[in-house]
């Protein structure tokens, strides 16, 4: 079982950063491909980025190339999620997500992912 918690949401200005943090529980997690997902009011929960074990692989949706990046410290089992250049269309609720542990391939798909956080609102102002 993988229990995840994100952190670092908030409000923030157009054109500001924010960074998110997950911090999973569990020895598998140097072996778990892990994303991130969002979900805006009304509309359906989409992928933003994903990582593999090590960190080497990384994807990204069209939308927020350039401008997000997804990293990992497996040492403190955290991935992370630094957003700049915020836009208004960047507001949602923002999931951590984990693959099966020991899965290889990674997946862009949320119904790939087993494990989610309870999510943190991130809101970007005009």
């Known amino acids: 079982q993988v229990q995840l918690v994100e952190s670092g949401g908030g409000l923030v200005q157009a054109g500001g950063s924010l960074r998110l943090s997950c911090a999973a529980s569990g020895r598998t997690f140097s072996n778990t491909v892990m994303g991130w997902f969002r979900q805006a009011p009304g509309k359906e929960r989409e992928f933003v980025a994903c990582i593999s074990w090590g960190g080497g692989r990384t994807y990204y949706a069209d939308s927020v190339k350039g401008r997000f990046t997804i990293a990992r410290d497996n040492a403190k089992n955290t991935v992370f999620l630094q957003m700049n250049s915020l836009k208004p269309e960047d507001t949602a609720v923002y999931y951590c997500?984990?693959?099966?542990?020991?899965?290889?391939?990674?997946?862009?798909?949320?119904?790939?992912?087993?494990?989610w956080g309870q999510g943190t609102q991130v809101t970007v102002s005009s």
């Open positions: 997500a984990a693959e099966p542990p020991g899965r290889t391939v990674i997946s862009t798909r949320a119904n790939a992912y087993d494990y």
